[in-house]
C-alpha cells in the first residue's frame, strides 16, 4: 500500500489549494479514504472521510464550508479543496487508509498559508 500526497505550498489568507492523494498497491475504490492533518507542536487532526464510492462525505467542523474531499477512482485518487484558507489551516495534510486492519499513511505534503 503506498500514499503519495501532492499539491502543497504557500497559500495567502483567503486563498485556495487543491491536494491530491495517488493511492496504489490495493484497490482503492474498495476503501473509504481520510485526509488527517497536523500542525506544529500539535497531534494528528482528522479533517475529512469520503465513502469508497464517493456517495458521501463528512468535513471536520472547523473545515466545514470551506474543504470538500473528492474521489477520482479511474485515477485512485482522492482530493482535498481547500478554500478560504486560514493561517491555523498551516499544517501537514496526510492522506489515510485503514487497509486490512491496519492504518497506511502517506509522507504528508506540506500547506504553509500566510501572507
Known amino acids: 500500500v503506498q500514499l503519495g500526497e501532492s499539491g502543497g505550498g504557500l497559500v495567502q489568507p483567503g486563498g485556495s489549494r487543491r491536494l491530491s492523494c495517488a493511492a496504489s498497491?490495493?484497490?482503492?475504490?474498495?476503501?473509504?479514504m481520510k485526509w488527517y492533518r497536523q500542525a506544529p507542536g500539535k497531534g494528528r487532526e482528522w479533517v475529512a472521510t469520503i465513502t469508497s464510492t464517493g456517495s458521501s462525505t463528512n468535513i471536520g467542523n472547523s473545515m466545514k464550508g470551506r474543504f470538500t474531499i473528492s474521489r477520482d477512482n479511474t485515477k485512485n485518487t482522492v482530493y482535498l479543496q481547500m478554500n478560504s484558507l486560514k493561517p491555523e489551516d498551516t499544517a501537514v495534510y496526510y492522506c489515510n487508509v485503514n487497509w486490512r486492519a491496519k492504518n497506511y499513511w502517506g509522507q504528508g505534503t506540506q500547506v504553509t498559508v500566510s501572507s
Open positions: 498497491g490495493f484497490t482503492c475504490s474498495n476503501y473509504h
